[in-house]
């Protein structure tokens, strides 16, 4: 299990809903690539409405319905293990955003196994 506390990076990737890897929905690759390289975690966000730096902008309200609504995708680990995932995200993301913003672990506790 992963031991986190104190100063860490938060990687944020702001990408499409639609967007894909190989027929595969982007975000799902990105977090599968994190879980791989042993990141302490990763979380995906839908968003209901956003737009970009196409600045279309992609809602979830009826009268216009997205399919390619905005898309976040969070993980948190020490500055040496996100800086060394991100030559991932450069073969991975085409068009969106990536930023990197320092943050405090006050606390990371994972499940605890049931026998």
Do not use: C, N
Not at 49 to 58: C, D, L, Y
């Amino acid at each position: 299990m992963t031991r986190l506390t104190g100063d860490a990076l938060r990687l944020t990737v702001f990408i499409g809903e639609s967007d894909t890897w190989h027929h595969k929905p982007l975000f799902s690759e990105i977090v599968h690539r994190a879980h791989h390289a042993g990141l302490a975690g990763a979380s995906v966000f839908r968003g209901v409405e956003g737009f970009g730096a196409s600045s279309r902008v992609h809602t979830t309200r009826l009268l216009s319905l997205s399919e390619d609504l905005p898309v976040a995708i969070v993980i948190i680990d020490s500055a040496d293990r996100i800086r060394a995932f991100l030559p991932h995200l450069d073969e991975l993301v085409s068009e969106g955003l990536v930023i990197l913003d320092p943050v405090e672990v006050i606390r990371y506790v994972g499940r605890t196994e049931q026998s």
